[in-house]
């Protein structure tokens, strides 16, 4: 679309909005405001008559005014998707479902001399990095990453608001109880730390926490005022944007920033007493003292920010909003329980079966992932997440890694990858596959097995470079269900065999002071008549003493990194990165062990799991249970 904008071509160019907007015109009763002094205003009493149908119908001896009240929410493409597959923030420190939300005030007839009104108000999801499992009912929510991580996110998340918007109040209306407590107060924690480092610019973020739930208890969300209460000051500090005669005479000075756990259904309760707020002070301006909450004709006013909620959960939840009985008639008694009861399931099944093909079409048409995205999602039923760097996280666990399972001083690190790894030891085949780090050091070889949530090394097995005997690389193909995952080309992996020993060592991460484990617990109890025909033949005559670890390697490249990112440097396939890996174990072998560079090499090329050998093991079971999800998820 940009090349259409510089040619000026912008008759080509159809603007896109996902959000909503919303008009409701309505009148007043009330007198025109007098001036009582040269500095005084004062303000008429006035009634709300309903929208101009409605007001039209009513005979009173005041005056009528018309207004036409916009709220206009535009949804952020910075991190879109659906609700459990797109939390918390991304590198950049866009945040999930954030929505701008600008409540207009102004005549029916858009006069330029009569001042208009804007307020403004975001939501968006809290800048730290966590997920909830989309399985569950009230999933409790997962941090990820480190401190220094989340930190560097979270800064990035609020400065470029505070650039935006000005200053910035945000408001947390998620539960001081278990399932949501620690999240809470990792949010009240990283505030603490932000500010101590200087904030935005020198000033603080201020943070309000408001328990929704216990505040509310027993349905009575009309004490949200409660909130709008605490924020006062705030609210008369930001105050709003005045227009008139094409001249800012008014400039609104902050932001509330508003997130519950969806930043649905709360949020939207939330937004609304804010919008009324700022409604009511406007018509102040306007020289009319008016109590919207305890007029029994706004109900236009509650139902066009009930449908601004509904839109905005539609596009995030595929459900129309929780609560919105309250928004709409100001009133909560069971039919509106039972009906959010109803919602509630019905995201719990889009949660587990529609979202996962729905995202990776978001991020496809948003140009965020390219084709291949398709192709991910063929093979795992779902998608990773385009807005977090892979390559960044693997090498953040290369480091951990590093840092933890070399012990040793004197070792030197060579190198370090992320591979594939079956889930058993001493198998070729145990799905589902974990991804692991591999480290390589001037005496051992690392077999990790890593937490991606948490950043920790769950368990690592040392392999002394002199236990090992041979190193096997080629086609390993562990499934055929897809033409990707049957490609010989681009599906391949190492063997390690080597000499169970004393140099060798298994170590898990228990939490407690003991983590030597027997490795001859670890065996596989498998029937070698249900193994691969390679297994027996890597483990040689000499079972007890043999034993092998096996790594299949990854994309070359992110299969869904964006085409805006261009394509990736480097044409080596995926044959011969596996070979490189083969032969930097085998240099550090013999530069460790003093060998004759003019030795038979160990390193030596066949097949692991060929083609032919996957599509004889692969069942009718298996294409049966591939075939029922895929018809279920896709």
Same mark, same amino acid.
């Given at each position: 679309m940009?090349?259409?904008?510089?040619?000026?071509?912008?008759?080509?160019?159809?603007?896109?909005?996902?959000?909503?907007?919303?008009?409701?015109?309505?009148?007043?009763?009330?007198?025109?405001?007098?001036?009582?002094?040269k500095?005084?205003?004062?303000?008429?009493?006035?009634?709300?008559?309903?929208?101009?149908?409605?007001?039209?119908?009513?005979?009173?001896?005041?005056?009528?005014?018309?207004?036409l009240?916009?709220?206009?929410?535009?949804?952020?493409?910075?991190?879109p998707?659906?609700?459990?597959?797109?939390?918390?923030?991304?590198?950049?420190?866009?945040?999930?479902?954030?929505?701008?939300?600008?409540q207009?005030?102004?005549?029916?007839?858009?006069?330029?001399?009569?001042p208009?009104y804007?307020y403004?108000?975001?939501?968006?999801?809290?800048?730290?990095?966590?997920?909830?499992?989309?399985?569950?009912?009230?999933?409790?929510?997962?941090?990820?990453?480190?401190?220094?991580t989340?930190?560097?996110?979270?800064?990035?998340?609020?400065?470029?608001?505070?650039?935006?918007?000005?200053?910035?109040?945000?408001?947390?209306?998620i539960?001081?109880?278990?399932?949501?407590?620690?999240?809470?107060?990792?949010?009240?924690?990283?505030?603490?730390?932000?500010?101590?480092?200087?904030?935005?610019?020198?000033?603080?973020?201020?943070?309000?926490?408001?328990?929704?739930?216990?505040?509310?208890?027993?349905?009575?969300f009309?004490?949200?005022?409660?909130?709008?209460?605490?924020?006062?000051?705030?609210l008369?500090?930001?105050?709003?944007?005045?227009?008139?005669?094409?001249?800012?005479?008014?400039?609104?000075?902050?932001?509330?920033?508003?997130?519950?756990?969806?930043?649905?259904?709360?949020?939207?309760?939330?937004?609304?007493?804010?919008?009324?707020?700022?409604?009511?002070?406007?018509?102040?301006?306007?020289?009319?003292?008016?109590?919207?909450?305890?007029?029994?004709?706004?109900?236009?006013?509650?139902?066009l920010?009930?449908?601004?909620?509904?839109?905005?959960?539609?596009?995030?939840?595929?459900?129309?909003?929780?609560?919105?009985?309250?928004?709409?008639?100001?009133?909560?008694?069971y039919?509106?329980?039972?009906?959010?009861?109803?919602?509630?399931?019905?995201?719990?099944?889009?949660?587990?079966?529609?979202?996962?093909?729905?995202?990776?079409?978001?991020?496809?048409?948003?140009?965020?992932?390219?084709?291949?995205?398709?192709?991910e999602?063929?093979?795992?039923?779902?998608?990773?997440?385009?807005?977090?760097?892979?390559?960044?996280?693997?090498?953040?666990?290369?480091?951990?890694?590093?840092?933890?399972?070399?012990?040793?001083?004197?070792?030197?690190?060579?190198?370090?990858?992320?591979?594939?790894?079956?889930?058993?030891?001493? !198998?070729? =085949?145990?799905?589902?596959?974990?991804? @692991? $780090?591999? /480290?390589?050091?001037?005496? +051992?070889?690392?077999?990790?097995r890593?937490d991606?949530?948490?950043?920790?090394?769950?368990?690592f097995?040392?392999?002394?470079?002199?236990?090992?005997?041979?190193?096997?690389?080629?086609?390993?193909?562990?499934?055929?269900l897809?033409?990707?995952?049957?490609?010989?080309?681009t599906?391949?992996?190492?063997?390690i065999v080597?000499?169970?020993?004393?140099?060798?060592?298994?170590?898990?991460?228990?939490?407690?002071?003991?983590?030597d484990?027997?490795?001859?617990?670890?065996?596989?109890?498998?029937?070698?008549?249900?193994?691969?025909?390679?297994?027996?033949?890597?483990?040689?005559?000499?079972?007890?003493?043999?034993?092998?670890?096996?790594?299949?390697?990854?994309?070359l490249?992110?299969?869904?990194?964006?085409?805006?990112?261009?394509?990736?440097?480097? !044409?080596? =396939?995926?044959?011969?990165?596996?070979? @490189? $890996?083969? /032969?930097?174990?085998?240099? +550090?072998?013999?530069?460790?062990?003093?060998?004759?560079?003019?030795?038979?090499?160990?390193?030596?090329?066949?097949?692991?799991?060929?083609?032919?050998?996957?599509?004889?093991?692969?069942?009718?079971?298996?294409?049966?249970?591939?075939?029922?999800?895929?018809?279920?998820?896709?």
């Amino acid at each position: 679309m940009d090349k259409f904008i510089d040619y000026g071509a912008h008759g080509l160019v159809l603007p896109l909005i996902q959000g909503f907007v919303g008009q409701r015109e309505f009148t007043i009763a009330g007198a025109e405001k007098e001036q009582s002094s040269k500095d005084s205003v004062e303000l008429a009493e006035g009634r709300i008559l309903g929208e101009k149908h409605e007001a039209e119908a009513v005979e009173t001896n005041a005056s009528k005014r018309e207004y036409l009240l916009t709220l206009i929410s535009r949804r952020s493409v910075k991190r879109p998707g659906l609700r459990y597959l797109r939390r918390g923030v991304d590198d950049e420190g866009n945040t999930a479902n954030t929505v701008e939300t600008e409540q207009i005030l102004s005549v029916p007839e858009w006069t330029p001399s009569h001042p208009a009104y804007s307020y403004l108000q975001v939501r968006g999801s809290i800048p730290l990095y966590f997920s909830q499992s989309p399985y569950a009912l009230k999933p409790v929510p997962a941090l990820h990453h480190s401190a220094e991580t989340n930190l560097l996110a979270f800064g990035r998340h609020f400065r470029e608001f505070s650039r935006r918007y000005g200053n910035v109040q945000a408001v947390s209306l998620i539960d001081k109880l278990a399932g949501e407590l620690k999240l809470g107060e990792q949010y009240e924690r990283y505030t603490e730390s932000f500010n101590a480092a200087g904030g935005i610019d020198g000033k603080p973020l201020q943070l309000e926490w408001f328990d929704f739930h216990r505040e509310c208890r027993g349905m009575k969300f009309e004490n949200v005022s409660r909130l709008v209460e605490r924020l006062k000051d705030t609210l008369n500090e930001f105050c709003y944007t005045i227009v008139a005669d094409n001249d800012i005479l008014q400039t609104q000075k902050g932001i509330i920033r508003t997130n519950c756990m969806d930043c649905l259904d709360r949020t939207g309760v939330a937004q609304c007493a804010f919008g009324q707020w700022a409604l009511e002070r406007q018509l102040e301006h306007e020289g009319i003292d008016i109590d919207i909450g305890g007029d029994s004709s706004t109900q236009w006013f509650n139902t066009l920010w009930a449908d601004n909620g509904d839109a905005i959960s539609k596009q995030y939840s595929s459900t129309a909003a929780l609560k919105g009985d309250y928004t709409r008639t100001r009133k909560r008694d069971y039919r509106g329980a039972l009906n959010d009861l109803g919602l509630t399931l019905s995201r719990y099944y889009n949660n587990i079966v529609n979202d996962f093909f729905s995202q990776a079409c978001i991020d496809y048409l948003l140009g965020n992932v390219s084709t291949h995205v398709f192709d991910e999602f063929a093979i795992q039923l779902q998608t990773t997440d385009p807005g977090i760097s892979v390559q960044k996280l693997r090498q953040n666990a290369i480091d951990t890694s590093c840092k933890i399972v070399i012990s040793s001083p004197s070792e030197e690190f060579l190198g370090g990858w992320t591979m594939l790894t079956p889930r058993q030891p001493n !198998t070729l =085949r145990t799905l589902p596959f974990e991804e @692991s $780090v591999l /480290l390589l050091t001037d005496a +051992a070889v690392y077999s990790c097995r890593f937490d991606w949530e948490t950043d920790k090394v769950l368990s690592f097995e040392r392999i002394d470079l002199r236990s090992i005997s041979r190193i096997h690389y080629g086609t390993y193909i562990t499934s055929i269900l897809t033409d990707s995952q049957a490609d010989e080309a681009t599906n391949v992996g190492l063997v390690i065999v080597y000499r169970d020993g004393d140099a060798n060592a298994l170590r898990v991460n228990t939490r407690s002071l003991q983590s030597d484990v027997d490795l001859n617990t670890l065996e596989t109890t498998t029937n070698a008549d249900s193994e691969w025909d390679l297994v027996s033949w890597l483990r040689g005559s000499k079972r007890a003493t043999t034993r092998f670890v096996a790594f299949k390697g990854l994309p070359l490249s992110n299969p869904a990194a964006s085409p805006r990112l261009g394509p990736s440097a480097g !044409t080596i =396939r995926e044959m011969d990165r596996i070979r @490189s $890996v083969c /032969l930097d174990i085998e240099r +550090a072998m013999l530069a460790g062990q003093g060998r004759d560079v003019e030795a038979v090499s160990v390193v030596e090329q066949s097949d692991i799991i060929s083609l032919a050998d996957a599509k004889k093991r692969t069942g009718w079971l298996e294409y049966l249970v591939y075939d029922l999800k895929k018809m279920v998820w896709a």
